[in-house]
């Protein structure tokens, strides 16, 4: 579970995902979906992004990560409906229990930057 705020387009997103074991290493796969809504138009964006997780204290882990994105764009007034490519790059924080902190930037079709903050259930 995840909600946080984007910029270009500027709106609230709220979302899910699902974070795997180690596939090698530290490196999981951590496929995403988060819709967003403000700014005349709706953003569904579908992620399939990779993150390496590092420890930092007993408690904390950070991550880096990136990956490819498909977005579902629906706009009312001057913007139209259109299905676009998008690449993210992001790091975050989080606990071990599942709260997380995360920073991610976008390019092509993605917005351009996104705060979110959320839990990943274990």
Known sequence: MRAGL????????????????PLWDRLRFQPTV????GDDRTVVAFG??????MPISPGW??????GPAMNLISGNG???DDVG???????????????FFEMKVGAFDSPDFK???????R
């Open 115 to 121: 705060l979110a903050a959320g839990y990943t259930f």
């Open 34 to 37: 988060e819709a967003g809504f």
């Open 61 to 66: 882990q950070a991550y880096v990560g990136a």
């Open 6 to 21: 984007s910029a270009n387009p500027d709106q609230f997103f709220i979302g899910g995902h699902y974070v795997t074991k």
């Open 48 to 53: 399939m992004e990779f993150g390496y997780w």
């Open 78 to 80: 001057k913007h139209g």
């Open 85 to 99: 490519p998008g690449l993210n790059v992001f790091a975050g924080i989080g606990l071990r229990s599942g709260l």
